[in-house]
């Protein structure tokens, strides 16, 4: 487990994804200006086999590739180039749709927004470097990959460029819901955190009599504050994702969760500090 500054772990879900665009290293620096914990965000694999922050299948919602590639329909991020993902504009639609009402509300400023405009899509290696620069931590979360890429040796070049970066490996954890990959981890680099992610489907029922991790990374809805009680007293630790409601925060606090992953780490940090947790 990674050290906290309150209660509870802060993990800024796709970087702070209410107050920049989401899985871009602006995200990251607004989450890291808010006082998160660490950062969460979503490894991905161009055609060409390098390694970028994205989370969706397609490159439609977050970037201008649509109007850009007008002929690459449905715009699955495994089909272009790095070189091809770098021209694209990963910020402009943050700044228009506003998708969190945040810079309608003025939580973030205008100029702020501005700088959003043209934002590129991240590579890993810039993700690890910025961490390093801001002695932060960062949850790298290994992605299943769409085809033609489906079957890329994530593990391996995840772990290269950790070790080019030389990040420490106590400021990295690495999550999936592949949990082969978690195990192949473990053995590679048994100083690296790794995190199992449960809870793909949002409605399949989650079995805990037997624990393989010692850290769990849970979809909120599936587990209630008895099992995490118990998991607690197993010494198993629990995260839940993806948390923006604060009497949901409270009921985990309260129940032992170990860290929240959240859109909004700001309003959850400014809810610790108000009640002291
Ligand atoms: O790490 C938890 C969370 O990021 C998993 O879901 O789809 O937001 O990557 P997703
Ligand atoms: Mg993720």
Redesign the pocket.
Same mark, same amino acid.
């Given at each position: 487990m990674k050290s906290k500054t309150h209660k509870v772990a802060v993990i800024a879900?796709?970087g702070a994804r209410s107050l920049a665009p989401e899985n871009t290293l602006a995200a990251a620096r607004r989450g890291y200006e808010v006082g998160a914990d660490m950062w =969460?965000t979503?490894v991905a694999v161009t055609a060409d086999g390098e390694l970028i922050l994205f989370?969706d299948d397609s490159l439609a919602r977050t970037t201008d590739a649509a109007e850009r590639f007008p002929d690459r329909a449905p715009w699955t991020f495994t089909t272009f180039t790095l070189a091809e993902i770098r021209t694209l504009d990963a910020g402009s639609w943050f700044v228009r749709q506003d998708p969190y009402g945040q810079i309608a509300a003025g939580a973030v400023d205008p100029a702020t927004a501005a700088s959003y405009i043209g934002e590129r899509v991240p590579t890993v290696r810039e993700a690890l470097q910025l961490t390093k620069e801001l002695n932060w931590c960062i949850?790298l =979360?290994l992605?299943r990959q769409p085809a033609p890429q489906e079957h890329f040796p994530l593990v391996d070049a995840v772990l290269k460029v950790i070790d080019e970066v030389h990040l420490p490996d106590d400021q990295i954890i690495i999550?999936s819901f592949n949990h082969a990959w978690l195990r192949q981890v473990a053995a590679m680099r048994p100083r690296i955190e790794c995190e199992a992610?449960v809870g793909f489907s949002k409605t399949e029922p989650l079995q805990w009599e037997k624990t393989e991790f010692g850290v769990y990374?849970v979809r909120y809805t599936l587990i209630t504050p008895e099992e995490m009680r118990a998991l607690a007293a197993r010494g198993v630790a629990v995260n839940l994702?993806?948390v923006n409601d604060e009497e949901a925060w409270r009921q985990e606090i309260e129940a032992g969760a170990v860290g929240i992953?959240t859109d909004f780490p700001q309003k959850l940090i400014a809810m610790l500090e108000a009640n002291s947790l």
């Open positions: 879900h796709r =969460e979503d989370h949850n =979360e992605k999550s992610l990374n994702f993806t992953i």
